[in-house]
């Protein structure tokens, strides 16, 4: 187990370059729109969703009105 748990280094040591250097570094790779959109199938998906509840809903209605008639 290791008894020193401070860093070797002082971060206010460090320059502004390094500093900028070390978040681009931990920063996760910035996505551009080409790569979020590369499947348009992904798209449709919230549509289809919505169309089988609705579907789903008007069915629960038309048996609940068929079965009180």
Known sequence: MLTNQEPDWNIDELTDTETYAAIRYL????RTEDKQDA????????????VCLYT????????????WR
């Open 27 to 30: 920063e996760a790779e910035p």
């Open 39 to 50: 499947d348009p199938q992904n798209k449709d998906n919230g549509v289809v969703i919505c």
């Open 56 to 67: 789903l809903l008007f069915g629960c209605l038309a048996f609940m009105w068929f079965y």
